[in-house]
């Protein structure tokens, strides 16, 4: 079984936020570690946003049956990003019999577009 997720962000939408809203959007959103590996960079919190899409969509559940920090990307040292996923994400995973993940993040023109793929057996 293969499952696919893809989504598509304009980065500006996060620095068109207001200051107090985009503090806690990136709180509610991001996991420490994700925060700390984005630096506050619109791009890259664009294509992570982009990639928890991508991934929950894949998992064929959307963001609300799973929580955003349930979604967690952080970049290899060669720059690849490796999902990591926990509690209820993990748990429907499992079940789903989805037991490999990749995880592709692009930006250009102003947009952040990510695709992440599921492999796995019948569960």
Known sequence: MIRAGIDLVRVER???LDPAIR????RRVFTPAEQAQADGR???LAGL???KEAVSKALG???GQISWQEIEILRES???P?????GAAKTLADQKGLLQWSVSITHE????AAVALAAGAEA
């Open 14 to 16: 996060l620095a068109e």
């Open 23 to 26: 503090a806690r959007f990136i």
């Open 42 to 44: 619109d791009e890259s």
């Open 49 to 51: 946003f982009a990639a």
């Open 61 to 63: 559940c959307g963001i």
């Open 78 to 80: 060669s720059g690849e």
């Open 82 to 86: 490796r999902l990591i996923l926990h």
């Open 109 to 112: 023109g102003g947009m952040a």
